[in-house]
Structure formats: structure tokens, C-alpha cells
């Protein structure tokens, strides 16, 4: 089992609609969690980060966290064109310290149709 | 307050040829990253520098070296470039301060051409 695991998509979604975004991870003791934006041919842009069990809300982005059942979503309310990238899901890794080490999903595909 | 930059944004080389990609940071983070980013692969880290004077191998190490020159840069080498690096090259800081908060932050990478 990859330590994190995201549905490489595609995922296609109209304009207007909610985009649900998952990601789900191995190690138990993770206690950070990150979504990154990637525009093709571009830079990971940091969206979202969660620590805590629940939902957090930023703007039209929603990260949830479910620590007992091992995974995170992201939901994009409104999705827009401009909202067409790869999404990737990061975690950190058991005993990183003070390193600051992350472990990278290897990203969905979100398409927004107008 | 520029971010993470790295140099350069392009380059070309022979198989055997060397070179060294730069990254500074104006953060004051403490921990920087070297990942690749190749289609399919995900990002992968080849070396890490978890604070000024220390260095670790990552999960894809073999080919390459580094250098953390102080806290602002860290740089990547490679000694004997191979068509298998060819790649895009991210450098990423964090504050990894010990909490929980340890966002990173990329910069704009480089794309590589080994031929």
C-alpha cells in the first residue's frame, strides 16, 4: 500500500458544481496535512493545510479530516475553470522531527467544464 | 520577499556533462528540499537539509549531491547527468519549527533535458 493514495482522476466536474477531492494515507500517526494546487507546467502552490478531525473552511475550499478512518478531502464549492489543476494531498511522516519531511500523493486531475 | 527562487529554469546537457541547480530561500526557514517531479511518479524527494549543517538522503538520492551553503541556499549537483534525470527539479523550505505547521513552499523549478 502507497503511504498516500489519491484517485489519479481525471475528474471531470461542471462549472458551478461541488468537486470532491480525496486522499487517503497509511501512517496513523500523522498529525499534518496539506493540499497543494498545481497548474500544468507550474510550481505546487500550498491551498489548504488541517490538523485537527473536522472541516476547515477557507474562502470556496473545504478540507476535511477523518484521523480514525485515515483520510482527507478537499471540496471546492462554485468549481470554475480556473480551478482546473492537479491537486495533490501531502502528509507528514511518521518521526519527522523537526524535518519537516512530507509525503506527496501523486495528484488528481480536476477538469471544470463551462 | 521573493520566496523560494532557483536557477536556472532551463537547461540542456549531455549525458556525463555536471551542473548545479541553485535555490535560495528569504524566508528564514530552517529545513529546505530538493524533490523531482516526473509524469506518473508523483514528487519524490532526493535530499533534504532539516537545518544549516545537515544534509539527508531522501527517497531517490543516487546521482546526486548537495550542499547546504548556509541558511538562505542549497544546492544540487549532478556529478554525471544521465538521460534517467531528466526531469523537472523543485526546491521546497519550510520553518519545521517542531510543530505541526510544517507547510512547504516551492519554488518555480527547473526543467531538465538530459540527452
Known amino acids: 500500500q502507497k503511504e498516500v493514495e489519491q484517485n489519479s482522476g481525471p475528474l471531470s466536474v461542471p462549472e458551478g458544481a461541488i468537486a470532491s477531492l480525496n486522499c487517503t494515507y497509511s501512517?496513523?500517526?500523522?498529525?499534518?496535512f496539506f493540499w497543494y494546487r498545481q497548474y500544468s507546467g507550474k510550481s505546487p502552490e500550498l491551498i489548504m493545510s488541517?490538523?485537527?478531525?473536522g472541516d476547515k473552511e477557507d474562502g470556496r475550499f473545504t478540507a476535511q479530516l477523518n484521523k480514525a478512518s485515515q483520510y482527507v478531502s478537499l471540496l471546492i464549492r462554485d468549481s470554475q475553470p480556473s480551478d482546473s489543476a492537479t491537486y495533490l494531498c501531502?502528509?507528514?511522516?511518521?518521526?519527522?522531527?523537526?524535518?519537516?519531511?512530507?509525503?506527496f500523493g501523486q495528484g488528481t486531475t480536476l477538469q471544470v467544464k463551462p | 520577499n521573493a520566496g523560494v527562487t532557483q536557477t536556472p529554469k532551463f537547461q540542456v546537457l549531455k549525458t556525463g556533462q555536471s551542473m548545479t541547480l541553485q535555490c535560495a530561500q528569504d524566508?528564514?526557514?530552517?529545513?529546505m528540499y530538493w524533490y523531482r517531479q516526473d509524469p506518473g511518479m508523483g514528487l519524490r524527494l532526493i535530499y533534504y537539509?532539516?537545518?544549516?549543517?545537515?544534509?539527508d538522503k531522501g527517497e531517490v538520492p543516487n546521482g546526486y549531491n548537495v550542499s547546504r551553503l548556509n541558511k538562505r541556499e542549497f544546492s544540487l549537483r549532478l556529478e554525471s547527468a544521465a538521460p534517467s534525470q531528466t526531469s523537472v527539479y523543485f526546491c521546497?523550505?519550510?520553518?519545521?519549527?517542531?510543530?505541526?505547521?510544517?507547510?512547504?513552499?516551492f519554488g518555480p523549478g527547473t526543467r531538465l533535458t538530459v540527452l
Open positions: 488541517i490538523y485537527s478531525n
Open positions: 537539509s532539516a537545518s544549516e549543517g545537515t544534509t
Open positions: 524566508m528564514n526557514h530552517n529545513s
Open positions: 501531502a502528509v507528514n511522516l511518521r518521526g519527522s522531527g523537526n524535518t519537516g519531511k512530507l509525503i
Open positions: 521546497a523550505s519550510s520553518a519545521a519549527s517542531g510543530g505541526p505547521n510544517n507547510e512547504q513552499f
Open positions: 501512517d496513523r500517526v500523522s498529525q499534518s
